[in-house]
């Protein structure tokens, strides 16, 4: 007998460490045991005579970077590998952990024969907001979520991950660590952005800001969605999402007069937040930042009707296929990542809210009915331009501790490519905006390293309509990631230098100047980096030229429907989680009917 020991401390048993060899086949895992901080593999040398090409695989999934490792085995000899030796890509895939917490509150329903209300794919806002909604409502429903508990909130209400004296939107901060590249870019293709795999999708991982849509981003969606929003939809989402506004300061209320001053010609609000900072007078405590893993962790929590007794969450179950027969969605099929095997689901009514893509690629895994052939087409994600600047102590707008959080739109904005389509959102303090500093140690420290600045940030947001050359493809089975073909809306010549003078102004207005070593231009966002893609499965009244139909449901199937930001018709100005937690009020009410 030989040994291979791989010694480390960082893959220890959570993750699995196997190996792979061209003896027994690069296909066929090679298992060993963890012990004395180190993965050891025992075996005979007489099944490898001739020596053996091998590699480390983590997970079943990441295998160790570089060339083959090489043996030419003796009896009784220990071969060592270290971590320096031993490298794997970063891990990108949906995370597999089952800890205490998840095996306590969130336990599985895993029975193939019983027949649920509904089953909802995917638990982010979207999803997450609809399940909560149904089982409120009295429905059985079954969540099915790829990814697995992550954080029971979100991360604005944890401690932060603060860069000292820097800009640094850390609200939400933790995304570029745990957020997930599921996909591929086509050739040429410039998206960049990731998905959320956990309990609360990327809820968890947002900046808040819920503005309606005004008016005439509403062009081009279908009339009665428009009437919904406009007449009680807005406001029910309101009422869920932000129950307690948090009163404006006296700084706040001296930058909106002057802005109103200098620009007469835009409207200036409260940037409305999902924060909820109080319940009045009941001395209760402040919840902080919506989340849908707070949603359904508090309903798992509460044994009530309107808690766990008519909700399941199944998590680490990633859902391959939709079976269909004669128009009607008559399982789902998911993969137990615990258990590591397909089960099959059933329930009276489906719906997709997995997310863009995901939907998307779940739909064309299934080989849906689509007489659009808009499946996937016309993914996008609306220009988003910014700037950061500082404004010095000796400003009449300098303040050490004061922040300001501002929205504003032109009056007369409307749909037409250079008519104003968009909305500017300014922040004043950035750094204060939603902070939290659990050890004063560290806000003293960024206090001292920012100086007599306060850090600064404006935001245009632009109204898009649907890209029709956009489009997700997947070839392949579930294991393939699917293919994005992504550019970014045309912005004209003249809308930018009318944006770029509106910043310029704005700016000097409030004697801005540039942070140190940096410039004061606007920047394009990263396409998808603020996670506002839609459009992958729009929704619409005509079947020959959309998905789903005005309750969202797809228009060849009886009881599939969907919803998540991939129903959008167009890319709005207004960030979309505040129209998507109304969409998915509207859809709970809607199948209460139905089902």
């Known amino acids: 007998m030989f040994t291979i020991r791989f010694n480390t401390v960082e893959f220890r048993p959570d993750m699995l460490v196997t190996l792979r060899s061209d003896v027994r086949g690069w296909e066929n895992n090679i298992a060993g045991q963890y012990a004395d901080d180190a993965w050891i593999f025992e075996l005979s040398e007489t099944d490898f005579p001739n020596g053996v090409n091998f590699k480390f695989v983590l997970e079943n999934i990441y295998w160790s970077f570089g060339d083959n490792l090489y043996l030419q085995p003796a009896a009784g000899q220990v071969y060592q590998y270290t971590q320096p030796q031993v490298q794997f890509p970063p891990m990108q895939e949906v995370r597999v952990e089952n800890p205490a917490i998840a095996q306590m509150f969130f336990q599985p329903n895993l029975s193939e024969t019983e027949v649920h209300d509904v089953i909802v794919i995917g638990s982010g806002a979207g999803g997450g907001i609809l399940a909560d909604q149904l089982s409120d409502l009295g429905l059985d429903v079954l969540v099915l979520e790829a990814g697995s508990y992550l954080f029971p909130s979100h991360i604005a209400n944890l401690p932060r991950q603060h860069q000292i004296g ?16 599921n996909y591929v870019n086509g050739a040429g293709s410039g998206y960049q952005g990731g998905q959320g795999f956990n309990l609360g999708g990327r809820s968890v991982f947002w900046g808040g800001l819920i503005p309606r849509m005004l008016s005439y981003e509403m062009d081009f969606w279908p009339q009665e969605i428009k009437w919904y929003l406009e007449d009680s939809g807005y406001q029910k989402a309101e009422d869920l999402m932000n129950r307690s506004p948090q009163l404006p300061s006296p700084y706040h209320q001296q930058a909106k007069r002057s802005l109103r001053r200098a620009e007469p010609d835009y409207n200036y609000f409260d940037a409305p937040l999902a924060v909820q900072y109080g319940n009045g007078n009941l001395g209760t405590i402040p919840v902080g930042m919506f989340s849908t893993a707070d949603l359904l962790m508090e309903s798992r929590l509460t044994n009530s009707p309107q808690g766990n007794q008519r909700l399941t969450v199944n998590l680490n179950h990633a859902v391959t296929n939709l079976v269909q027969d004669n128009g009607r969605i008559t399982g789902v099929i998911a993969y137990d990542l615990i258990a590591n095997k397909y089960r099959t689901y059933q329930a009276n009514t489906v719906v997709l809210s997995a997310g863009t893509i995901e939907s998307a690629k779940l739909a064309m895994l299934s080989n849906l009915n689509d007489a659009s052939n808009k499946i996937g087409v016309g993914i996008t994600d609306h220009p988003i331009f910014f700037a950061h600047f500082a404004i010095p102590v000796g400003s009449p707008f300098y303040s050490a501790l004061d922040n300001s959080k501002i929205i504003f739109q032109h ?62 493809t997947q070839v392949g089975s579930s294991a393939a990631k699917p293919v994005v073909q992504m550019q970014p809306g045309a912005v004209s010549g003249a809308l930018w230098n009318e944006m770029n003078d509106l910043k310029n102004r704005v700016i000097d207005s409030l004697g801005g100047v540039p942070l140190a070593n940096a410039g004061i231009d606007l920047i394009q966002a990263n396409l998808g980096g603020v996670a506002h893609e839609v459009g992958s499965l729009r929704m619409g009244t005509d079947p020959a030229d959309s998905v789903v139909d005005t309750n969202l449901k797809f228009h060849s199937y009886e009881n599939l429907y969907a919803c998540d930001l991939s129903v959008f018709p167009t890319s709005p100005a207004a960030n979309p989680t505040l129209t998507l937690a109304a969409l998915a009020a509207r859809l709970a009410e809607h199948l209460v009917t139905v089902i």
Not at 167 to 180: P, S
Not at 429 to 437: H, I, M, S, V
């Open 411 to 472: 009056k007369d904005a409307n749909s037409a490519p250079d008519a104003h389509p968009y909305n500017v959102v300014l922040e004043l303090g950035a750094d204060f905006n939603q902070g939290r500093y659990v050890d004063d140690d560290l806000l003293a420290a960024h206090l001292a390293a920012r100086g007599d600045t306060m850090l600064c940030e404006i935001v245009f947001l632009l109204n898009s309509p649907l890209i029709e050359t956009n489009n997700i």
């Open 166 to 181: 820097q800009f640094d939107k850390h609200v939400w901060g933790l995304w570029d660590e745990f957020q997930v590249t």
